[in-house]
C-alpha cells in the first residue's frame, strides 16, 4: 500500500488528468454516446480521424500538487509538507485518474437506427485510502500519533488499468419520445494493479527501538511488465495501438433517454460494466495467515530507496512480501473496470437553451463514488455552442466548467473542462480536465414529426 501512495503522487506530478461529465447533455457530439449509448448525434454520417480524434483527461485528488511540497526558508529547494497534507486529508480520502486517447470512430444512422465503431486506448486509476496509512508512510511508525496506539487501516482499495477498447454500439428511436442504446466492447488489457483486500491492524510500541507487532489481511494482484518507478510514464507509453496481449475482457454500456414534452427530456445510462482475464505476467500477493499477528523491528529506508531515488518494483514487492507474510502466486484471475452510472434531467426553456442535472456514480472496492453536475447551454446560429457547468466532486464545491463547440462545414470542433480552475490556477488545483476533439459530419438524420432535440429548431437557434 505505500506503493501505492508513492505511485500515485508520482503520476499525479506528471499527468494531468476525469473524463468529462460536461459533454453529457452534448448530442451534437459523438463523444456524448460513451456516457449514455442512447445519444446518437443527428448527422447521418460522421468520422473522428486518426490523431484528431476525442481525446480526455483528468484526475481528481485530495489534495493539489502545491500542497504536498513547500520551500525552504531562504532557499529556493522543496520538502516535503506532511503536515499540509494531513491538512487536506479526511478519514477516507479517493483519488481518480483517467485518460481516453481514441484512435478513431465512426457512426451512421438510418432512420430510427443508428450504428456506430470506436477503438480507444484507456487508462484508469482508482484509489481510496485512509487518513492513517497515509500518516504511516509520511511519519513512519514512530510518529507519536500512533506510539502506544492500535492502528487499523481497512477498506484500502487500488484498482489501476491500461488497455485497448474496441467498441460497437447501437442506438434504436423506439418511438417519438423513447430511445434506447447498447455498445459492446472488446477489451484487451496492458496492465493491471488491483488491491482486492488491504486491512492491516498495526501496533507500534513505546519501548525502545519501538518494535512492531502487526496483523495483516492483503490480497494484490498486478499483470505488467513494468519494473521501474523512476520511468514509470515511459513505460506506460511504450504500450503501442495493436501490441494486443493474452489478457481479453468485455465490457457493456446500457442507456435511454426519453422526452416527455417539449420542455422536458430524462436519461439514464450504466457504462464500463465489465472485467478482464488477466494471464500475461501475472503476480498475486495473498497474506499466508490472514489476521495472524506477528514481531518484527520495522522497516528500512534502505529497504525503498537507493541512490536518492526508488529502487525498481520488484524489489520493493520483494521486501514487502517477506514483511507481510505473503504467498506469491501466478495463476490467471479476473478485475473489474470500474462501472459508472449517469442519471439526468434537461429542461429545455426554447429548444436552443438547456439547463440540465447529472448525477455520476462510480463503483469501486465496494464503494459508491458520486458527484453531480448542473449545466448550462446555449446554441447560437446552429453553429456555435457555449456552455457552463457546476460540479460537486470529491468533497470540492469550487469547480466551475466551460465548454465551447463550433461547427465549420462538415468539421465539429470543441473543447471542455469540468474543472477552469485547473486550467488558470494549474498546479494549485486538486481537479483537472481537459477534452478536445474533431469529427466530420456529413447530412442530417432528421427526427420524425413531432420529435425535437436539443438545438433543433431552426427559427428559434438563434440569440
Known sequence: MAVAIILLMCTSVGLK?????????????????????????????????????????????????????????????????????????????????????????????????????????VFSTHFIFSEDLARLILYGNGDPVLIGNNVTIDKSHLSMNSYHEFGLGYAFRWNDRLTIGTRIKYLNGDFNVWMEKGNIDLFTSDTPDYPITMASDIRLHTSSTISDFDDLIAQVEKYQWFDLTRNHGWAADLGASF????????????????????????????????????????????DFFADGSFRDTLGILDTLQHRFGLEEYNDPYRAWITPKTYIGALYHFIPADGLGIMVRSAFTGGII???????????????????????????????????????????????????????????????????????????????????????????????
Open 259 to 302: 422526452r416527455l414534452n417539449d420542455h422536458w427530456s430524462f436519461s439514464a445510462s450504466a457504462a464500463d460494466i465489465g472485467r478482464i482475464r488477466w494471464k500475461d505476467d501475472v503476480r498475486r500477493f495473498i497474506s499466508r495467515n490472514p489476521g495472524l499477528a506477528c514481531s518484527f523491528g520495522g522497516f528500512e529506508l534502505d
Open 17 to 121: 488528468c476525469q473524463v468529462s461529465r460536461t459533454s453529457y447533455f452534448l448530442n451534437e457530439l459523438p463523444e456524448s454516446g460513451l456516457l449514455n449509448p442512447a445519444s446518437a448525434p443527428s448527422s447521418r454520417f460522421y468520422v473522428n480521424l486518426p490523431f484528431i480524434s476525442a481525446f480526455h483527461m483528468g484526475f481528481e485528488s485530495p489534495f493539489a500538487f502545491d500542497e504536498l511540497t513547500a520551500e525552504w526558508p531562504g532557499g529556493d529547494s522543496l520538502y516535503l509538507d506532511r503536515e499540509t497534507i494531513m491538512g487536506t486529508l479526511s478519514r477516507k480520502n479517493y483519488f481518480a485518474l483517467s485518460v481516453y486517447d481514441q484512435l478513431a470512430a465512426a457512426g451512421a444512422a438510418f432512420g430510427k437506427h443508428s450504428i456506430n465503431l470506436t477503438v480507444a486506448q
Open 369 to 463: 463514488r458520486p458527484s453531480a453536475t448542473l449545466s448550462y447551454y446555449r446554441i447560437l446560429w446552429q453553429k456555435l455552442t457555449l456552455g457552463a457547468s457546476y460540479s460537486l466532486v470529491n468533497d470540492d464545491f469550487l469547480n466551475i466548467g466551460l465548454v465551447t463547440s463550433l461547427r465549420i462545414g462538415p468539421a465539429q470542433i470543441y473543447v471542455m473542462t469540468d474543472f477552469a480552475k485547473g486550467w488558470i490556477s494549474g498546479r494549485a488545483s486538486p481537479n483537472y480536465s481537459s477534452h478536445f476533439g474533431i469529427s466530420f459530419h456529413i447530412g442530417a438524420n432528421k427526427p420524425s414529426e413531432g420529435e425535437r432535440s436539443f438545438g433543433e429548431d431552426e427559427e428559434n437557434a438563434g440569440p
